[in-house]
């Protein structure tokens, strides 16, 4: 008698639940802490945690939009979309856990973050500030951070080879 494989999706979860309980931590001290616009200085020069909302979407794309209100809802909308199909992926691939599915429970915990801010305020919280040398790179938060460390991670895996590659290539040889 065969067992299913148990499965893992309330880890993977839990991942998510993290990063949106970080990204809405994070984002409350900020704003009780930190005026509008003000900043702090972490590393002289490099790294400040600021205090900045942004209405566009991402390196505040749309943001200075004719019609505000729309982008908002239309930002919302597909960042919702987005969220519905990597939670359809993760249960579907939620037997295991591995870099794919860690990648997508990153992903899927940074858009709830982003899409609540969006949702309840009209706007998403964001305080991280980054220069290097002469360049500065735009504000971003939690959530922005585990969506870009998920899509690293799914990027890695479609271009490093995978085991039954290798395994494949060692058999033929």
């Not at 802490?33 to 209405?55: F, M, Y």
């Not at 799914?154 to 290798?166: A, H």
Request: proline share 5%.
């Amino acid at each position: 008698m065969s067992f299913p494989a148990p499965r893992r999706l309330h880890w993977l979860l839990l991942i998510s639940a993290v990063v949106v309980f970080l990204d809405r931590l994070t984002k409350t001290l900020v704003s009780a802490s930190i005026p509008l616009g003000g900043a702090v200085p972490v590393i002289p020069h490099v790294l400040r945690i600021t205090h900045w909302t942004n209405e566009g979407a991402a390196f505040s794309l749309f943001a200075d939009s004719a019609a505000p209100n729309t982008v908002r809802w239309a930002l919302a909308g597909f960042a919702v979309l987005v969220a519905l199909v990597v939670l359809v992926a993760l249960v579907r691939l939620g037997s295991r856990v591995t870099s794919i599915t860690v990648a997508l429970a990153l992903v899927f915990g940074g858009a709830l973050g982003n899409v609540y801010d969006r949702i309840v305020y009209g706007s998403v919280v964001d305080f991280i500030e980054v220069h290097i040398l002469t360049y500065h790179w735009p504000d971003f938060n939690v959530a922005d951070s585990a969506i870009v460390v998920g899509a690293c991670l799914l990027l890695l895996d479609t271009l490093l080879p995978s085991k039954s590659d290798s395994s494949q290539a060692r058999a033929s040889s």
